[in-house]
């Protein structure tokens, strides 16, 4: 067998897909929006909220220089004047953030700039529209998990960011490895693996995204991302995961397990195998994905034996989640995930016609979703939030992550729903934003910039009008539906006032404005 042409490593999927006519998102290239990064920043009378679990505490006065924290002074006490003397000098730009209160920027642990796969219903939605929506939600960083786009697309878009050239958050490039049989397979051997794996680090990549692979390939590969330093992520294929359940790869050294698949497999006790009804096809969307809310309910119950075992075996091996329940948020109740507030002013329409029922587009399975499907999945949701809260609480770690763009799911709303499907299972509003700040920068690697709000780190801060721990339903771009009882009006309350990333200012209301006039653009054109 001749040896795979590494010269492309991390273009496989991306060629993959212009060979089926579906090209490239296309990339942003301007800066639009947003004011600095400054020379000094100053934000007044903040309350803190740090990311490291800790309470809030203020009033405090941050001091940002070249993009980076350097003061983060008390100055105050709670209810009474400020003595101005104690607090640092002016700046070239300063906020009064008296009132309001100061998270780190947030995390996407599970993330894709578009993908490939809208472009069979329209147009695709560009770059800028994706990263307007996520830094409009807080986001300031991103793993972009498949780089579908390509990876030497991505690691452009990713110097772009760096440089301020573009409105876009921080992004981290895990490419795909190309060894399923059912996807992309240019990869045959354990050699092969490392030769790859070694080219990819060489181009500049951040992690690897497997979705599977014949274990000896696999478990070479885990073995030589981590003699590269290469951080792994897995999306546990239902055609691979009979051989490797997310157990396993996570005792060869894989790094975190995305969505569920390979969880309830190594809760199976009775069996091996998950059983599948007689006409079971992978490649029926609508197959693929009701029998994969049936996998929970054949495994160990909570508290079993079982159940506590593998808790223990995962803990050991220090392994992370990112569950990304939203974007199955829809399996449990289609008509609300589908009738969502801001699918009107926000949601491209070549997306919404993506999400809409259709045989062969990926989760667009929506074509027979039964009152049976969403109540077995309701019941997958209470295990799988159940597993998820038990690792937490064992000490483990749980990242958020949206995966936004398929069913149903809009770039930054998603992420901001992931959060209250987290509280949903059992963290508590300080638990959630940890997991949204300090423990996605633990798991992509960058808590030494990013992640808390502390003298050296880089200044992503996010301004809150209000206390966000209070109500995550204020952080979406739409606000959420309050009774003004002075007016006994509606009105649309929301939380987010600033974006700060790296030290440049951004305003959430623009950043949307522009979103809701390119949607209506491309509406007013079909």
């Not at 986001?139 to 780089?147: I, K, L, S, W």
Request: proline content about 6%.
């Amino acid at each position: 067998m001749t040896r795979p042409d590494t010269d492309g490593a991390g273009e496989e999927f991306a060629r993959m897909f212009a060979a089926a006519g579906l090209p490239q998102v296309e990339a942003a290239t301007a800066r639009t929006r947003g004011r600095g990064p400054f020379k000094r920043l100053v934000l007044r009378g903040a309350s803190i909220i740090d990311g490291t679990g800790a309470p809030p505490w203020g009033p405090a006065d941050v001091v940002v220089e070249n993009g980076r924290i350097t003061a983060l002074k008390k100055v105050g006490t709670p209810k009474l004047p400020i003595n101005p003397d104690r607090r640092p000098s002016a700046g070239d730009f300063e906020i009064d953030c008296t009132g309001k209160f100061l998270t780190p920027g947030l995390v996407d642990a599970h993330a894709h700039i578009g993908a490939p796969f809208h472009a069979e219903n329209g147009p695709m939605p560009n770059a800028d529209y994706v990263y307007k929506l996520w830094l409009a939600h807080g986001v300031t960083t991103v793993r972009e998990t498949g780089c579908f786009n390509g990876l030497q697309w991505t690691l452009q878009q990713k110097q772009a960011a760096a440089d301020h050239r573009i409105d876009a958050p921080r992004i981290l490039a895990y490419a795909p490895f190309p060894g399923t049989n059912d996807y992309v397979k240019t990869i045959h051997t354990p050699e092969d693996a490392r030769r790859w794996l070694q080219a990819v680090k060489d181009r500049g990549a951040d992690g690897i995204k497997f979705f599977g692979a014949p274990p000896a390939m696999m478990k070479a590969a885990l073995e030589q991302c981590r003699s590269l330093g290469l951080r792994t992520c897995c999306h546990h294929a239902q055609l691979a995961v009979g051989r490797m359940n997310s157990l396993r790869t996570a005792q060869w050294g894989l790094t975190s397990t995305e969505h569920s698949y390979g969880i309830p497999e190594a809760l199976l006790d009775g069996q091996t195998l998950q059983s599948f009804p007689p006409e079971y096809d992978y490649n029926d969307e609508y197959l693929r994905f009701s029998t994969a809310g049936q996998t929970f309910l054949q495994a160990a119950q909570p508290g079993s034996q079982k159940w506590n075992e593998v808790l223990q075996a995962f803990l050991e091996g220090g392994h992370t989640f990112v569950p990304t329940f939203n974007v199955y948020d829809g399996n449990r109740d289609l008509m609300r995930t589908r009738r969502a507030d801001w699918h009107d002013r926000f949601t491209d329409p070549t997306l919404w016609a993506y999400f809409q029922p259709q045989r062969g587009g990926h989760g667009a399975y929506w074509y027979r979703w039964s009152t049976t499907n969403e109540v077995e999945w309701r019941e997958t949701f209470r295990l799988w939030m159940r597993f998820v809260n038990d690792y937490k609480n064992l000490g483990g770690r749980v990242c958020v992550g949206s995966d936004s763009g398929f069913m149903f799911q809009t770039y930054g709303f998603g992420f901001v729903r992931e959060l209250e499907l987290l509280q949903e299972a059992g963290f508590t509003p300080l638990e959630v934003l940890r997991a949204a700040t300090t423990w996605g920068a633990e798991l992509l690697g960058v808590e030494d910039d990013v992640g808390t709000l502390e003298v050296g780190k880089l200044a992503d801060i996010l301004v809150h009008d209000e206390n966000p721990l209070n109500d995550f339903k204020l952080l979406y771009g739409t606000g959420a539906m309050r009774l003004d009882d002075p007016t006994a009006s509606v009105v649309w309350k929301r939380s987010i006032s600033s974006v700060i990333k790296e030290g440049a200012v951004f305003s959430p209301a623009e950043l949307l404005a522009d979103v809701e006039e390119m949607v209506e653009a491309r509406r007013s054109a079909a």
